[in-house]
C-alpha cells in the first residue's frame, strides 16, 4: 500500500495495523509489508521495505516504483500478495503475481475504488495514465474484499466482478466509560484536511451553533492541503471552535470516549465505510453524516441520522441531538450493540483465512 500506518494514519493505513498485528498474533506466517513511505523499519517484529522513491517525484506519479517493487517482491518471494488502497502499486503486485505464479487479494478501500475511471475526479494529467494501471490490478486479482455491500454492487456493475467477499471493518472494543456533564456537550470531527473531507463544513456548523453556550466544537486531522491554513487561522477567533492538529489512534480515541456527536462532512467519493463512524459508536457517540451513508445503515439501522447532502439539515439534526438528550442516548445505545455485534475480531479472521486460500490454490485463470 502506498504508507505505513507511522505516516499517514488514514482509515485505511489503520486497518492494515489492525491486520498485521493480527496475523503477527494469530499464526505463524511470515509478514511483510511494501510501502513507499513508513518511518519505520519494523512494525510489531513486521519488516518494512520501502520503495525509496524520491519524496519530489512520489508527490506527483506513481510511474517510476514498478522496478523497486517488482524487486522487492521478488526478494521476499510471497506466496500470496494483499493489496490496498486504489493506486498504481495494485497493478505492479498484479504483474508480479501474474510472472511469478502468485495470488493477488485487493481490499477495497473506498467508493471511487470501484467506480469507472470517467467517473473517477483526476486531479492532473499523469493520474490519467496511472487510474488504467490500477484497474488492470483490479481486475486480475485473485480476490476482492470489499467494506460494504455497495462497493460489491459497484464492482459488479462496473467491472463486472460478481465474486467480492464481503468483510465489515475492525475496530477494538474499549473499555466502558461513564459520560458526564461537568464540561459541556463536545461535537467532534476527524479526518485529513483534503477536499474531499470539506473540512470547512464544520467550520461552518460551530459558527452556526455558537448561541449554544453548552456545546464546544473539536476538529483533529492533518492539513494536507494548504487552502485550510487560512481557513484555520480565521477560525481561531471563534469561542465554541478548537482545532488540535494532527494526533495518535490513542488520543483520538481519548477525545471520542468524551465526545457526544461525532460529524462526517465527506464526500461519498471521499469515503468507503469509515472506521470513525465505528470508533463512535463503540463509545456511544451519535454520528451525524452530511452525505456518507453506506448500505443506507444510518436509516437501516437507526444508528445515527445522514444529512441527506443538506448544510441546512446538518445544523438542524446536530442541534436537535445537543437540546435533546433522550433522542441522543436511545440512539448510542442502539449503535453500540449494533458496533459489537458486527465489527470485532472475527472480521479480521475472515481476511486471514482469504489469504490462507489464495496463498495454497492456484491462481486464478487471466483474461
Same mark, same amino acid.
Not at 2 to 19: D, F, K, N, V
Not at 88 to 104: D, E, F, I, S, W
Not at 263 to 272: A, I, L
Not at 273 to 290: E, K
Given at each position: 500500500?502506498?504508507? %505505513?500506518?507511522?505516516?499517514?494514519?488514514?482509515?485505511?493505513?489503520?486497518?492494515?495495523?489492525?491486520?498485521?498485528?493480527?496475523?503477527?498474533?494469530?499464526? %505463524?506466517?511470515?509478514?511483510?509489508?511494501?510501502?513507499? !513511505?513508513?518511518?519505520?523499519?519494523?512494525?510489531?517484529?513486521?519488516?518494512?521495505?520501502?520503495?525509496?522513491?524520491?519524496?519530489?517525484?512520489?508527490?506527483?506519479?506513481?510511474?517510476?516504483?514498478?522496478?523497486?517493487? %517488482?524487486?522487492?517482491?521478488?526478494?521476499?518471494?510471497?506466496?500470496?500478495?494483499?493489496? @490496498?488502497?486504489?493506486?498504481?502499486?495494485?497493478?505492479?503486485?498484479? !504483474?508480479?503475481?501474474?510472472?511469478?505464479?502468485?495470488?493477488?487479494? %485487493?481490499?477495497?478501500?473506498?467508493?471511487?475504488?470501484?467506480?469507472?475511471?470517467?467517473?473517477?475526479?483526476?486531479?492532473?494529467?499523469?493520474?490519467?495514465?496511472?487510474?488504467?494501471?490500477?484497474?488492470?490490478?483490479?481486475?486480475?486479482?485473485?480476490?476482492?474484499?470489499?467494506?460494504?455491500?455497495?462497493?460489491?454492487?459497484?464492482?459488479?456493475?462496473?467491472?463486472? !466482478?460478481?465474486?467480492?467477499?464481503?468483510?465489515?471493518?475492525?475496530?477494538? #472494543?474499549?473499555?466502558?466509560?461513564?459520560?458526564?456533564?461537568?464540561?459541556?456537550?463536545?461535537?467532534?470531527?476527524?479526518?485529513?484536511?483534503?477536499?474531499?473531507?470539506?473540512?470547512?463544513?464544520?467550520?461552518?456548523?460551530?459558527?452556526?451553533?455558537?448561541?449554544?453556550?453548552?456545546?464546544?466544537?473539536?476538529?483533529?486531522?492533518?492539513?494536507?492541503? @494548504?487552502?485550510?491554513?487560512?481557513?484555520?487561522?480565521?477560525?481561531?477567533?471563534?469561542?465554541?471552535?478548537?482545532?488540535?492538529?494532527?494526533?495518535?489512534?490513542?488520543?483520538?480515541?481519548?477525545?471520542?470516549?468524551?465526545?457526544?456527536?461525532?460529524?462526517?462532512?465527506?464526500?461519498?467519493?471521499?469515503?468507503?465505510?469509515?472506521?470513525?463512524?465505528?470508533?463512535?459508536?463503540?463509545?456511544?457517540? #451519535?454520528?451525524?453524516?452530511?452525505?456518507?451513508?453506506?448500505?443506507?445503515?444510518?436509516?437501516? @439501522?437507526?444508528?445515527?441520522?445522514?444529512?441527506?447532502?443538506?448544510?441546512?439539515?446538518?445544523?438542524?439534526?446536530?442541534?436537535?441531538?445537543?437540546?435533546?438528550?433522550?433522542?441522543?442516548?436511545?440512539?448510542?445505545?442502539?449503535?453500540?450493540?449494533?458496533?459489537?455485534?458486527?465489527?470485532?475480531?472475527?472480521?479480521?479472521? @475472515?481476511?486471514?483465512?482469504?489469504?490462507?486460500?489464495?496463498?495454497?490454490?492456484?491462481? !486464478?485463470?487471466?483474461?
Amino acid at each position: 500500500m502506498p504508507a %505505513h500506518w507511522s505516516a499517514t494514519l488514514g482509515g485505511a493505513e489503520i486497518q492494515m495495523r489492525y491486520l498485521m498485528h493480527h496475523l503477527r498474533q494469530s499464526s %505463524h506466517h511470515e509478514i511483510s509489508l511494501v510501502c513507499r !513511505r513508513a518511518t519505520l523499519s519494523v512494525d510489531n517484529g513486521i519488516p518494512i521495505y520501502c520503495t525509496g522513491t524520491p519524496a519530489l517525484i512520489a508527490r506527483y506519479t506513481y510511474l517510476l516504483d514498478y522496478p523497486m517493487v %517488482h524487486r522487492l517482491l521478488r526478494k521476499i518471494d510471497p506466496d500470496v500478495v494483499y493489496t @490496498r488502497v486504489a493506486s498504481p502499486l495494485v497493478g505492479y503486485a498484479a !504483474r508480479y503475481c501474474n510472472t511469478h505464479g502468485k495470488r493477488l487479494v %485487493h481490499h477495497i478501500a473506498r467508493m471511487d475504488d470501484v467506480m469507472p475511471r470517467e467517473l473517477v475526479p483526476i486531479r492532473n494529467r499523469i493520474q490519467s495514465f496511472e487510474r488504467p494501471i490500477y484497474e488492470y490490478g483490479l481486475r486480475q486479482a485473485d480476490a476482492v474484499i470489499t467494506q460494504a455491500s455497495y462497493q460489491a454492487d459497484l464492482l459488479r456493475e462496473h467491472f463486472g !466482478r460478481t465474486d467480492a467477499e464481503v468483510i465489515p471493518n475492525y475496530h477494538p #472494543a474499549p473499555p466502558k466509560k461513564d459520560k458526564t456533564d461537568a464540561q459541556g456537550q463536545t461535537v467532534l470531527w476527524v479526518a485529513n484536511l483534503k477536499a474531499a473531507k470539506r473540512p470547512e463544513i464544520f467550520v461552518l456548523l460551530a459558527e452556526t451553533c455558537a448561541d449554544l453556550a453548552n456545546a464546544q466544537f473539536i476538529m483533529v486531522g492533518a492539513v494536507q492541503d @494548504r487552502r485550510y491554513e487560512s481557513m484555520l487561522e480565521q477560525s481561531a477567533s471563534l469561542r465554541n471552535f478548537r482545532y488540535m492538529g494532527p494526533l495518535p489512534l490513542e488520543e483520538v480515541n481519548q477525545l471520542m470516549d468524551s465526545a457526544d456527536i461525532f460529524v462526517n462532512t465527506s464526500t461519498s467519493f471521499g469515503e468507503g465505510f469509515p472506521n470513525t463512524f465505528i470508533q463512535a459508536w463503540l463509545r456511544r457517540v #451519535a454520528v451525524v453524516s452530511l452525505e456518507v451513508n453506506p448500505d443506507h445503515i444510518m436509516d437501516d @439501522r437507526q444508528i445515527g441520522i445522514c444529512s441527506a447532502s443538506s448544510i441546512e439539515q446538518l445544523v438542524l439534526d446536530v442541534r436537535t441531538l445537543l437540546l435533546g438528550p433522550d433522542r441522543l442516548q436511545l440512539m448510542t445505545a442502539t449503535a453500540y450493540e449494533h458496533a459489537v455485534n458486527n465489527y470485532g475480531a472475527i472480521n479480521l479472521s @475472515r481476511i486471514q483465512s482469504t489469504l490462507e486460500r489464495n496463498a495454497i490454490a492456484a491462481p !486464478r485463470k487471466r483474461i
